[in-house]
């Protein structure tokens, strides 16, 4: 569609061009982590430009682009995933590995509706696809479609490890009453468990800070929080919520020093910016320009993935409740996972619009919640 | 086992999409001024390395050195992802500068670069398969900007065809722009100024026995100088229409070496009177030449096919303006000074030896395609 708007102005994001000054100057620094595994991708990449075409190569590529893009929280390796996958991208009825990456492609640009459509065609065909039902699990999880989700969870008991399956029931357990008992289950869970791989073991120490966290046990959470950070395993997710954690236990400095040299990815410097708030830094300002810039960039693309962020930003920096407001309620609608109820709260006392939160305060949830 | 093969490849938990960086856009801004197109294209370092490799030593940087090499292979995959048409025939694109500028995401190298149009219509279209082959999650945004009014874009893959339709701008904001350029064009087409200066000169004088003495009234002299400026006016006048509506065509070349002619015989009948009565009619053989000349800077700038009439009226209003700004500037001066020694030696004699000395540079220059003076 073609908008007609009058002197639009982007100034933040139409800087002056120029010529840099010397041939060595360094204009940019690719990704680094990409570069361990950029010999395997490259030799993948002209495997495939060799045999175009070649499902089980182009699969390979795929599966490789998107953990980068899930380490580095990069869409741009899901777009690459994309790319690699485009032969069979549109074909009525693609083979369950292509559904599958389709499905994780899907789910990171908040396509819910579709992954989950490709999820369960792909589980219909292939019932023991335990990354299917966890990855369903997740999406149902964050929808709040609590029940559904806990189904989900179930298989992964007889198919991936056990602890795979605890951890999928102990997170949905935590919001839906049960969060202590979920809790112990879990930790018990994890100490029994000796053989698992680093990955499974990161995901639920990451879950256990969180549920000790909203539980109010501080001193465990960061324990829990340090242990999974001590992988040295670059994962956004988990340096968002620590860092969140340290936040609320106004611990600023801690933010600064982990996240100083990662500022690169925009939740990152959200959390620093939260941070310097909370030091009176006199950098602040200087940062808010640089994150309203990035929103800014994001919504030209006439994308809305991160108004969760969004609305933190607008409240908590801009000092804009009304309009962090409109922004937690329509992030609402997409997702329900705890931080998008607490951003809809806050914004919502901010705003003295305590109506506008009423479907956080009775949340279907309590409706449907599995006794016991 | 399946299991097995599966566990080389599990995304546990919270795979949700954190708010990171945004996906990959180029960012391709056309702008489109009196009649002219030119472009910028803003294209991240992140994804040029990917399709087509400038880290060159491997060591993941991206230096100026790396990216200049790389300036030609950037052009040629740029613009064979890029169509720019007008009225269904497609523009010629031609890069003409290479930048770099920081966004919010990295660095871009920014190309700008003309576009011709070998017939520009009220409506540009665009083709755009920038790196859809690579990552269909990338987006070109557009932005076209006409006459005061900005349309915006998002190129996708399902959506790589834009037309964009100029008509929704406002006559007057074109009538303003041609008014100015034909401002702007006699401001700074010395040539136009020389000429006219040239017959202005004497308007304060008059002859006597072979030699030039002080007008006594101004009534005379006013009257003298509006002949010679409507003269000028009327007869430029008839030949920008007539060559702006392709009625007459004549070579640029030889237009210009006719205005430099012009003003050399101006300024020389100043010096050696062989015309001293009806100077007007001077003035209105010459302008018929200059408004040739006129009519090729016009024809530069481009005509909206749709608003012909209209910029070309602007443009000779403009004309006008900066020709009348130029004459109500000469002539208090000249009248004041007509007396003295100072105006007949210097402004008059010596600025006619001078006028007359840098036309005949003009005209070496515009009829042996030689380049003399800057």
């Known amino acids: 569609m073609i908008i007609v708007v009058a002197l639009v102005s982007t100034p933040a994001l139409l800087a002056i061009p120029f010529v840099p000054d010397h041939d060595e100057q360094v204009l940019e620094r690719l990704p680094a982590a990409a570069n361990p595994v950029n010999h395997e991708l490259r030799a993948l990449r002209n ?61 990171n640009r908040h396509d819910f509706d ?9 589980l219909h065909q292939e019932p023991t696809n335990a990354q299917a039902w966890l990855t369903q699990a997740v999406i149902l999880q964050v929808r709040a479609r609590y029940d559904d989700a806990q189904r989900s969870c179930i298989p992964l008991m007889e198919l991936d490890s056990p602890l795979a399956a605890s951890t999928c029931l102990a997170s949905i357990g935590s919001l839906t009453g049960h969060a202590a008992k979920s ?66 236990q106004k611990r600023p400095e801690e933010v600064i020093a982990m996240l100083s040299e990662k500022t690169r990815i925009d939740s990152l410097l959200l959390r620093v ?32 993935l991160h108004q969760g962020d969004e609305a933190r930003f607008t409240l908590s920096l801009l000092k804009q409740p009304q309009q962090a407001l409109q922004l937690a309620q329509a992030n609402w609608v997409s997702q329900r996972e705890p931080k998008d109820a607490r951003i809809l709260l806050e914004a919502a006392i901010a705003a003295h619009n305590p109506a506008a939160a009423q479907s956080v305060i009775e949340p279907p949830s309590l409706k449907n919640r599995i006794p016991g | 086992m399946l299991l097995r093969a599966l566990l080389g490849f599990i995304l546990y938990g919270c795979c949700l999409a954190v708010f990171a960086h945004k996906a990959s856009d180029s960012y391709l801004t056309l ?21 087509i490799s400038l880290d060159t030593n491997g060591d993941s940087a991206i230096t100026w ?36 500028d920081n966004h919010t995401d990295g660095a871009y190298s920014v190309l700008l670069f003309d576009v011709a149009c070998p017939r520009l219509s009220t409506e540009i279209g665009i083709n755009y398969m920038l790196f859809f082959d690579l990552d269909p999650q990338h987006r070109g945004l557009l932005r076209v900007e006409y006459g005061g009014a900005t349309h915006t874009a998002v190129l996708s893959p399902t959506q790589n065809n834009q037309k964009i339709v100029l008509a929704q701008v406002k006559s007057g904001t074109v009538f303003l722009q041609y008014l100015h350029e034909g401002i702007w064009h006699i401001w700074t087409g010395y040539d136009h100024i020389l000429f006219l200066l040239s017959l202005l000169l004497p308007a304060v004088l008059y002859r006597q026995a072979a030699r030039w003495k002080p007008a006594i009234r101004f009534r005379p002299v006013l009257i003298e100088v509006i002949k010679i400026v409507t003269a000028f006016t009327i007869a430029h006048s008839i030949t920008l229409s007539l060559a702006t509506l392709e009625v007459i065509s004549l070579p640029s070349r030889w237009v210009e070496s006719a205005i430099a002619a012009s003003v050399i015989l101006a300024a ?41 009439l209209l910029t ?63």
């Open chain 2, 268 to 308: 020389l009948n100043n010096l050696y009177p062989l015309i001293n009565r009806n100077l007007w009619l001077m003035a209105f053989g010459f302008g018929l030449i200059h408004g040739l000349g006129f009519a090729n800077v016009l024809k530069d700038l481009g005509l909206p096919q749709n608003m012909l």
């Open chain 2, 65 to 100: 050195k790396e990216l200049h090499n790389k300036h030609d292979a950037i052009t040629s995959y740029a613009f064979t992802h890029l169509h720019i048409s007008s009225g269904e025939s497609p523009c010629q694109i031609k890069p003409t500068q290479y930048l770099v």
């Open chain 1, 183 to 248: 809790y112990d289950f879990l930790r018990e869970a994890l100490k029994e468990t000796q053989v698992t791989s680093t990955d499974q073991r990161l995901w639920s120490l990451t879950v256990l800070a969180e549920i000790a966290s909203r539980i109010g046990r501080y001193e465990e959470a960061d324990q829990f929080f340090s242990e999974a950070l001590k992988f040295r395993r670059q994962d956004i997710y988990l340096l968002n919520a620590y860092a969140d954690f340290l936040l609320d």
């Open chain 1, 114 to 122: 579709s992954a989950l459509h490709d999820l369960a065609t792909l």
């Open chain 1, 47 to 107: 495997r495939l430009n060799a045999n175009p075409g070649q499902l089980d190569i182009a699969v390979k590529l795929a599966k490789r682009y998107i953990e980068l893009g899930k380490a580095e929280a990069d869409p741009r390796f899901y777009g690459y995933a994309q790319g690699v996958l485009k032969p069979w991208w549109d074909i009525p009825e693609p083979s369950s590995e292509v559904l599958l990456l389709r499905a994780l492609i899907l789910q």
């Open chain 2, 312 to 374: 070309l009226l602007a443009f000779n209003l403009g004309v006008e303006l900066g020709q009348l700004a130029i004459v109500t500037g000469f002539l208090p001066f000249a009248f004041w000074l007509r007396k003295t020694q100072c105006y007949r030696k210097v402004v008059f004699t010596l600025g006619s030896v001078l006028i007359a000395m840098l036309a005949f540079i003009w005209l070496l220059e515009r009829s042996l395609n030689l380049t003399l003076i800057d």
């Open chain 1, 273 to 304: 910016a939260l941070a310097k708030q909370q030091l009176g830094d006199d950098d602040l300002p200087n940062i808010v320009t640089q994150l309203k810039a990035r929103f800014a960039a994001s919504r030209l693309r006439g994308e809305n």
């Open chain 2, 31 to 51: 702008m489109v001024s009196a009649g002219k197109v030119s472009g910028q294209w803003d294209i991240a370092l992140r994804d040029l390395d990917f399709a």
